[in-house]
């Protein structure tokens, strides 16, 4: 393949099979090195977000993708390339067959802005019902046991009730500061 005009470089959607795009993109950023894809790759993207989980009691930040089944490639596509990639081990083709669709550049951009943004924060993979008995693990009621009232999804907090002194409590409360019981 001779060596194309680098302004034809666009951003494409590669679909791939739900839970392997880490190993797609590790893959293909060996295969940009070499022929034939050498000079036609260039950027594997995997639009992420970080989510805090509960398992137990124990609550972490796990990156995942936010877009499951779909990265972003860089690449100047021809016959051969959209071959060599769509026959890719867990790749199951391009958005917009049978002839891939570039993404329009803002769209591009905004998915890495929104990717920056989402450095900062992680949501929240953990929900809690009515009537369910949480503990208290940060702040001055640390350690209590306290009955949810109401969640307040949108706000990540909830109103809960301690029991202090024989009387009930109300509180609201952020979603780090209590753990399930």
Not at 60 to 72: A, D, K
Not at 75 to 97: E, Q
């Amino acid at each position: 393949m001779a060596e194309q005009d680098h302004s034809e470089r666009k951003y494409y959607v590669l679909r791939v099979i739900s839970g392997k795009e880490d190993k797609v993109k590790e893959m293909l950023e060996k295969e940009r090195e070499i022929a034939p894809l050498k000079g036609y790759l260039f950027d594997v993207f995997i639009p992420t977000e970080k989510v805090m989980v509960q398992r137990g009691s124990k609550k972490r930040v796990v990156e995942r993708p936010s877009m499951p089944g779909y990265m972003l490639i860089e690449a100047i596509l021809n016959n051969d390339t959209i071959f060599i990639l769509r026959n890719l081990p867990n790749v199951v083709g391009f958005l917009g067959m049978p002839k891939p669709e570039p993404l329009p550049m803002y769209e591009v951009e905004r998915m890495m802005r929104k990717q920056d943004d989402r450095d900062e924060e992680a949501t929240y993979d953990v929900s809690f019902m009515e009537g369910e008995s949480v503990k208290v693990i940060d702040g001055p009621f640390s350690g209590f046991v306290a009955t949810v009232e109401e969640v307040y999804q949108d706000k990540k907090k909830l109103k809960v009730m301690v029991k202090i002194f024989g009387r009930k409590t109300p509180l609201e409360l952020s979603y780090t500061q209590v753990e399930k019981e």
